[in-house]
Each structure stands twice: as C-alpha cells, then as structure tokens.
C-alpha cells in the first residue's frame, strides 16, 4: 500500500527547553521526521519554543514558529495555515505528546480537520496511566509488579502499608522518572508521595513493590499499518532496576540474556504494542527480569519514538525516527527501503558485531547540596555513546569521552578508600559507583562480594575484572620491557595510551608509546556500522575505530 496522499502538510511539534530528562534526543528525532517527510513532498510546519535546536534551523522545515507549547499557539498556526491537515505528536518527547493530547481533548483538532498521526489517543492514555497500563497487561497476560494506582496522600499511606518497604513512587503522564522516587525508609513516604502527586497532571501516582536487584532490558520496536512490527534494538541496563535507564549505563546488543528469555521479551514486547491499539509508528517498551527465576515484567510502553531511539538508531545505524514518519504518513515496513544498504528492506532486524556502550553524564558540581544518589528520577545532563569490538573495550572508550579526566575505567582522583568502605560506598548507586567498583577489585574485593554490593550481573564485573588484571600485568612494566602481545592487547581492550603511560612503572610519554606500537604495527583499523553485520554491501555506513 502506497503512502497516504491526503497528507499534504504536516505540524511537527517540538520538546521545549531542554530539561533534565528531555534534551537533544528529541531534536534529534524531531529533525529526522521533518528531512523525511518533506522527502515525500509534503509541507512541514514546524512549532518549538526553543530556538537552540537543529530542528528550528530554517532549513528544516517550510515554516518555523518560534512560539511557547502551548494551545494558543497551536490554534495561531492553525488559522495561519488553513493547509495543515495533520499533527505527528511523536517527535518531541512527553511535552509534544501531553500538549497534542490536551489539544485533542479541546477539540483544537478537530475544528481545524486535523489528524493526528502516527498515534492514537487511546494508546498515549493507556500507556502513560499507570492504572490503565497496568489494567491491559493483566488483560493480556503480562506481568506487572504488585502496585495499586493512588490519587491522594492518605490512599497512598493506605496502600504503602499494603505493599510494604521498599516501595517506588512513579507518577503518572511524566517523563525522565520526574517525580519518582524509592522508598526505603517509613519516613520517607510522605514526602515522596507528595512530590509523586504533584509531578503527575493528573495527580495519579502508582503504589509499587520495589523490584531491587533486578535487571532492566529495553527493546526499540517499529510497527507499521499492516501491523508488521520489527525488534530494531534490544538494551540492557548495568544498573538493575531503581537506576532510571536515562542514568543507567547501557549496552547493546544485551548482554547476559539467555535465548529463551531474549525470545520471550520479544513476543511479550509484540504482544503488548499490538494490544495498544492499532498505531503505525516507534515505540520503546521496558522490562524487568529476576535474574535468579528469569521472570519477566513490563515497566512501562512508550508509543512514541522515546530517548533511547535515539541511542538505537546510532547503535544501529537504523535511522529510526525517519522510518517512524514514513509509517505514520503510510508507507508499510516492506515497501521502505534500508537507508544504509539501499538495498535490504526497512522490514528488516538490524544485527550488530560490536558492542554499544552508553555512559550518562552528570554536572554534581554546578548543583551544589544536590542528592547524589541515582534513582527513579533522571539527573544525568547528558550521554556518551562509544563502540566497540568488546564490552571492555567499549566501557573504556566511554570512559574516555566523558571529558572528566578519565583516562579509561581507571579515575584520576583515584580513590583512596579501603576495601571495606569500597564495598560499603557501592551499594548506593553514585555517578561515579563503576569507577569505584575497579577500585575496589583493584584492591582485591571478589566478584562475588561485588555483586551482592551492587546487584549487577557479575558478567559485568567479571569484564572489569578482565581490565583489572591487565592493569595488574601493565603496572610491572616499563616502556623497555612492554612487550607486542601485552600492548596489542590492552590496545584491544580499550587501554588508551595515556592510561597506559599512567599506569606503567616509570613516567613514560605518550608519544614514545605511540611510536612505539606504531613501529609494531598495532594501529587502529576501522569497522562499519552498516545494520547487517556486513551481510550485505552497506552504502552508507559510518565507522569506528578499533584494534585487531
Ligand atoms: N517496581 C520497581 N522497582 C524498582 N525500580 C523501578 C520499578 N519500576 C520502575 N523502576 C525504575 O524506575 C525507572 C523509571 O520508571 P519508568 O516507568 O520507566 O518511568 P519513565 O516514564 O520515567 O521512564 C525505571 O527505569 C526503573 O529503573
Ligand atoms: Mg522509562
């Protein structure tokens, strides 16, 4: 089925300012749906408070209004442009949604002939009300977390004592975890009640068992009219449950999950994007695993390219956001083809040999008094993403990029604590807990106490183990005594050369070490990201470094 040729000219809304929680990403996303749909000959009118975005740039769109998210905004485009016959809500995060939302209760749409795309009210309703979500999931048999949905302080206390401590807070129709928290401690409930009712515009929060120390997975998918759907992208979060996935470091493809639990998070993700009703778009569904049991429940369903498409589409090389809007105005998965082979279709799951790394980024030290501690509600300002051949590798280019003198996984300000208090200090996950979990493997504390500290699968601790162990090996040399293999292989994983100077016996430059694997031939080659895991000739596919 060809594109819907009703859709002459489209309004694509905008995120707003940037917030913690809501920044570049819909920019991003934003941008790539405006390229792609004036691809298709239709008009773009654009509308985003924020003129320090990409998507605002002149280029972009036929018609840029630099206005507040706001209806009387909207309604000042609408009778400007009398040619507007449709709104794609799902570019510009929860701002967009909430607003396109709000204007469809209004009749704002409906007055001026305008359809929404790429969405449905009812999906967006159900998906952000934690009770209606909640509602379907027992419907279609997927499991939820024992919770109960409150719309005062007092049902709250009610339910809290229900369900018992440790219990989380999570508001409803909110984004980047605003106003949610975890509950620990008896005499932290009100307050956290009340910050969760007052986030939520519909003063809803849900009432939840706290699922501590189990893994959290999130899965991209795309489905178009035909109700094709396609796993583009399948993350796993370092941090288990409790860290928000915005300030989790995250890797893809996942990495400790078995197959069968990995196919049965896809046909639980499909099931739960069919049953939300019939959209033609992105969506991004989470979910929690008990690492012992392998149970699997839903956290949540986003029916709309979300912020970690973003990351996906990077990941990937899948230009997620674009596809999105091609399915809104239409098109199905088989008829679009693969922007990076030109060749394979867009129906099409891309597959990856190498390893993404996400590293989120926090300023602690512009919000002086700030709670440092990482939970439900989003604090990072910004991320890194780093490819590479291995996970150790990857974790150390991500390291390297954060521009807080990290020279690799090994800190700068290394720490000076003991073993004991190491352990005590990762249990409460802190911006800088990976950087301490080495320490703390440097100064001999096993794997296994590490993982009972810290709840994360000790696949990974074994990995920074691995790193360990090469700096252990580094430290007993110099730049005369280094040999080939050594070097070769701290090059593989992710040793930069300065950490390596830092690390070895005597001060060494960088620039002789350099020299010195340059004269061994051990020098950077570089791979694609071309979706198919070179199955197919890519044409347009970006690289990144590495050695072999
Ligand atoms: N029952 C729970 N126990 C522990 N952590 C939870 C629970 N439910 C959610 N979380 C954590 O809270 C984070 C934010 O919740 P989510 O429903 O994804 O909200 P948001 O809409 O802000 O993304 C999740 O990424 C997860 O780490
Ligand atoms: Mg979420």
Known sequence: ???????????????????????????????????????????????????????????????????????ESIEEILEQNPQIDSVLPTMGGQTALNLCKEAD???????????????????????????????????????????????????????????????????????????????????????????GLQASPMHEVLVEKALMGWKEFELELLRDKNDNVVIICTVENFDPMGVHTGDSITVAPAMTLSDTAFQNMRNMAIKMMRSLGNFAGGCNVQFAMNPETEEIISVEINPRV????????????????KIAAKLAIGYTLDELKNQITQTTSAYFEPALDYVIVKMPRWNFDKFKGADDRLGLQMKSVGEVMSIGRSFTEAIQKACQ??????????????????????????????????????????????VKTIVE????????????????????????????????????????????????CRIMKEDASEDELYEKRKAWGITRVYKMVDTCSAEFEAKTPYYYSTFE
């Open 1 to 71: 089925m060809p594109k819907d040729n009703s859709i002459k000219s489209v309004l694509i809304v905008g995120s707003g300012p940037i917030v913690i929680g809501q920044a570049c990403e819909f920019d991003y996303s934003g941008s790539q749906a405006a390229r792609s749909l004036r691809e298709e000959g239709i008009e773009v009118i654009l509308i985003n408070s924020n003129p320090a975005t990409i998507m605002t740039d002149p280029m972009m769109a036929d018609r840029v209004y630099l206005l507040p998210l706001t209806i």
């Open 105 to 195: 209760e209004l009749g704002v749409w409906e007055k001026f002939n305008v359809k929404m795309i790429g969405v449905d009210v009812k999906a967006i309703d159900t998906a952000e009300d934690r009770e209606k979500f909640r509602q379907l999931m027992v419907k279609i048999g997927v499991g939820v977390a024992p919770s109960k949905v409150a719309n005062s302080l007092l049902e709250g206390k009610e339910f809290a004592q229900e369900i018992g401590i440790p219990l989380v807070i999570r508001p409803s129709f909110t984004l980047g975890g605003s106003g949610g928290s975890i509950v620990f401690h008896k005499d932290e409930l009100d307050s956290a009640l009340e910050r």
């Open 401 to 446: 990029s954060l521009e807080n003198n990290a020279v690799g996984l090994g800190y700068y300000g290394q720490s000076v604590k003991h073993a004991e208090e190491l352990i005590e200090y990762i249990k409460v996950p802190k911006w800088d807990r990976i950087f301490r979990i080495k320490d703390a493997l440097m100064a001999g504390v096993s």
């Open 453 to 500: 500290a810290t709840k994360i699968d000790r696949w990974f601790i074994y990995q920074i183990q691995d790193i360990v162990n090469m700096e252990r090996e580094l430290m007993k040399h110099d730049m005369q005594s280094i040999t080939k293999e050594l070097l070769r292989e701290a090059k593989r994983m992710g040793f930069s050369d300065e950490q390596i």
């Open 306 to 321: 979300s912020r970690s498409s973003a990351l996906a589409s990077k990941a990937t090389g899948y230009p997620i956001a």
